[in-house]
């Protein structure tokens, strides 16, 4: 059973560019969550998703930031306009139910360079 | 902000000892813990978790300690092994919400 997978692993793009992250979740999980995380700091929640629903973005930044989670295919999560403070590891968790209860199972992390 | 603290950033042990490493929260209303280790590179992977209605919980060479008077939670390795060597974080959960708040983290090394 495969776990949480995301791709790219490692992205590069110039400033105003878009980068785009995907996160397949778990087979059976319905439910997924993105993070941020900055060089030698904890992990920031972004989103909470479940399927063709934004359940929370709380810690989603209102401009240039969106994601989705469609019937079909993966999670993505799309960046426009990017800037160098957007550089950091961008981290996929899903569960098979919400958050009460059930663990998180983290992907491997798409690591996000801006040039 | 985030409620979510660790006590010490750094943590070194000679292999083979006990491990403790410490989280301070600050929310009365979290109902559920994780601890998760991250190596170098890699995505958190679960340790164990505890519901606020327990005080203790054990795994495989790992317990997790719950003290709610303080809001304190610790995680506790049996017989350290280099493979330990990771940074641990501590994250809760809002009773209600539905998202993990993580702590800073505390970076585990093992002296041989």
């Known amino acids: 059973n495969a776990g949480v997978m995301q791709n790219p692993r490692h992205l590069v793009r110039r400033r105003g560019q878009e980068a785009r992250l995907r996160c397949s979740p778990m087979k059976g999980h319905s439910h997924v969550y993105w993070y941020r995380q900055l060089p030698e700091e904890g992990l920031k929640f972004m989103v909470y998703?479940?399927?063709?629903?934004?359940?929370?973005e709380s810690g989603m930044p209102k401009e240039r930031f969106s994601a989705e989670f469609p019937k079909e295919g993966p999670s993505i999560l799309r960046i426009q306009q990017v800037v160098r403070g957007d550089s950091a590891a961008y981290f996929c968790a899903s569960s098979p139910s919400g958050v009460g209860g059930y663990e998180q199972y983290f992907g491997p992390g798409t690591r996000l360079t801006v040039t | 902000g985030e409620s979510v603290g660790l006590h010490l950033p750094t943590l070194s042990v000679q292999e083979g000892d006990n491990s403790i490493i410490n989280c301070a929260y600050s929310n009365s209303a979290s109902d559920y813990f994780i601890w998760y280790k991250q190596e170098s590179g890699k995505g958190p992977q679960f340790i164990i978790d505890?519901?606020?209605?327990?005080d203790k919980r054990q795994g495989q060479r790992v317990t997790v300690l719950l003290n709610k008077t303080v809001k304190h939670l610790s995680l506790q390795i049996a017989a350290t092994q280099p493979g330990d060597s990771a940074v641990y974080f501590c994250a809760e959960h809002l009773q209600g919400a539905q998202k993990l708040v993580f702590g800073q983290g505390t970076r585990l090394t093992i002296n041989p």
């Open positions: 998703l479940q399927k063709e629903n934004i359940i929370d």
């Open positions: 505890i519901r606020s209605n327990m």
